[in-house]
């Protein structure tokens, strides 16, 4: 934990506009800006409803991936290049906006993503980069951070730069109500464990953690009701902002166990990356109860319930994991036994995270956690 007189660096997109309705700025927005050759990064479905932008002159790739490879990110810098676009959208959940941050910095650069990967070595941009949420989970739109899984390896590699900051972020809650039940139980955990886990790091700060503990009560708030009753307008203008809080937790600080130890769930297993978390989420803070048990007792209160006990923390948080109608079971996902020992191996080398978290973890405690979620 950091104290008040750390220095510490918050990026913003230039430009935010946040409530429902907003969509509505987008075409005034490119047109002040002289755009005419828009790109839109998107996945099949939301590639189906690129009318709700209204603009005209745009191409697409409409081929994003859940949990995108690097092959999905090579064919989509490529029709960018065809394109010779001059702004990038990302219109869809966290998989869309991550692959624009890419093309948006690489379109036109020469370079692949293995010269750009890692802190600060992204090039500036040449095009405009606009971010546009389908759902409220990844807070990608705010955020200067990429994930790509590298399918040789299968890790996940993270690219980070303020070049990949968006000139414009619209988050607007109405594009929000088709989303199903299941994955808006996802998106919103997400969301959440983004806020927890940058709340309980050791790389947590004031400023975040005002931030971080607002999200986590946002997501205990309307989430139930969200899952329950899709239409529910409020509850999913709840949800995004919860979304955009978790996000500005991100850069600053970023999360830790839990997002390493559900990583392999989606690289090798192929789960949607919020349910991934939602299966690890209460072991994780359950564990690290003792090293910040104050912040623990926080979150929990968040949630909706009382724990003064490791066993007290874990029940109430798979309870309400569970109460969103998720199944909470590795092996209900498919996930084979036998490879929960290399999943252990792989989750406990994702050193960017795990040396953050508030207890150290070793190789056998994180297969006791997969074992524990089997």
Request: glycine letters at 8%.
């Given at each position: 934990?950091?104290?008040?007189?750390?220095p510490?660096?918050?990026?913003?997109?230039?430009?935010?506009?946040?409530?429902?309705?907003?969509?509505?700025v987008?075409?005034?927005?490119?047109a002040?800006k002289?755009?005419?050759r828009?790109?839109?990064?998107?996945?099949?479905f939301?590639?189906?409803?690129?009318?709700?932008?209204?603009?005209?002159?745009?191409?697409?790739?409409?081929?994003v991936m859940?949990?995108?490879?690097l092959?999905n990110?090579?064919?989509?810098?490529?029709?960018?290049?065809?394109?010779e676009?001059d702004?990038i959208?990302?219109?869809?959940g966290?998989?869309?906006?991550?692959?624009?941050?890419l093309?948006?910095?690489?379109v036109?650069?020469g370079?692949?993503?293995?010269?750009?990967?890692?802190?600060?070595?992204?090039?500036?941009?040449?095009?405009?980069?606009?971010?546009?949420?389908?759902?409220?989970?990844?807070?990608?739109?705010?955020?200067?951070?990429?994930?790509?899984?590298?399918?040789?390896t299968?890790n996940?590699?993270?690219?980070?730069?303020?070049?990949m900051?968006?000139?414009?972020?619209?988050v607007?809650?109405?594009?929000?109500?088709?989303?199903?039940a299941?994955?808006?139980?996802?998106?919103?955990v997400?969301?959440?464990?983004?806020?927890?886990?940058?709340?309980?790091?050791?790389?947590?700060h004031?400023?975040?953690d005002?931030?971080?503990?607002e999200?986590?009560?946002?997501?205990?708030k309307f989430?139930?009701?969200?899952?329950?009753?899709g239409?529910?307008?409020e509850?999913?203008?709840g949800?995004?902002?919860?979304?955009?809080?978790g996000?500005?937790?991100?850069?600053?600080?970023?999360?830790?166990?839990?997002?390493?130890?559900?990583?392999?769930?989606?690289?090798?297993?192929?789960?949607a990356h919020?349910?991934?978390?939602?299966?690890?989420?209460?072991?994780?803070?359950?564990?690290?109860?003792?090293?910040?048990?104050?912040?623990?007792?926080?979150v929990?209160?968040?949630?909706?319930?009382?724990?003064?006990?490791?066993?007290?923390?874990?029940?109430?948080?798979?309870?309400?994991?569970?109460g969103?109608?998720?199944?909470?079971?590795?092996?209900?996902?498919?996930?084979?036994?036998?490879?929960?020992?290399?999943?252990?191996e792989e989750a406990?080398?994702i050193?960017?995270?795990?040396?953050?978290?508030p207890?150290?973890?070793?190789?056998t405690?994180?297969?006791?956690?997969?074992?524990?979620?089997?």
């Amino acid at each position: 934990m950091t104290t008040i007189d750390r220095p510490l660096e918050m990026l913003r997109p230039a430009m935010v506009r946040f409530g429902e309705g907003t969509i509505g700025v987008l075409a005034e927005w490119i047109a002040e800006k002289g755009i005419r050759r828009p790109f839109i990064v998107s996945d099949a479905f939301n590639a189906t409803r690129t009318d709700l932008l209204k603009i005209s002159g745009a191409t697409e790739f409409s081929k994003v991936m859940p949990e995108p490879d690097l092959t999905n990110l090579e064919d989509a810098v490529a029709a960018a290049e065809k394109a010779e676009p001059d702004a990038i959208i990302g219109f869809g959940g966290g998989s869309a906006m991550d692959l624009a941050k890419l093309v948006a910095v690489m379109v036109g650069s020469g370079k692949v993503l293995s010269d750009i990967s890692g802190p600060h070595r992204a090039p500036p941009r040449k095009v405009a980069l606009i971010q546009i949420p389908t759902t409220a989970g990844t807070g990608s739109e705010v955020g200067t951070r990429a994930l790509i899984t590298d399918p040789k390896t299968m890790n996940k590699v993270a690219t980070e730069s303020r070049h990949m900051l968006a000139d414009l972020a619209i988050v607007d809650p109405g594009l929000t109500i088709t989303v199903p039940a299941a994955i808006t139980a996802a998106t919103g955990v997400d969301a959440m464990a983004h806020c927890v886990e940058a709340f309980t790091s050791k790389r947590s700060h004031p400023i975040i953690d005002t931030y971080a503990l607002e999200g986590t009560k946002l997501v205990g708030k309307f989430l139930a009701r969200a899952v329950k009753d899709g239409s529910d307008v409020e509850a999913r203008a709840g949800l995004s902002l919860a979304a955009f809080y978790g996000g500005v937790c991100l850069g600053p600080v970023n999360t830790t166990a839990g997002h390493a130890v559900s990583y392999p769930l989606g690289t090798r297993h192929k789960i949607a990356h919020g349910i991934a978390n939602a299966l690890i989420f209460p072991h994780v803070l359950a564990i690290n109860f003792d090293a910040v048990p104050e912040k623990t007792k926080l979150v929990c209160a968040a949630l909706g319930f009382a724990a003064d006990t490791r066993e007290e923390v874990f029940a109430g948080a798979y309870a309400f994991c569970k109460g969103l109608g998720l199944d909470m079971t590795l092996s209900g996902h498919g996930v084979p036994e036998s490879d929960l020992s290399a999943m252990a191996e792989e989750a406990h080398a994702i050193r960017r995270l795990l040396d953050f978290n508030p207890k150290d973890l070793s190789v056998t405690d994180i297969l006791a956690i997969y074992k524990a979620a089997y």
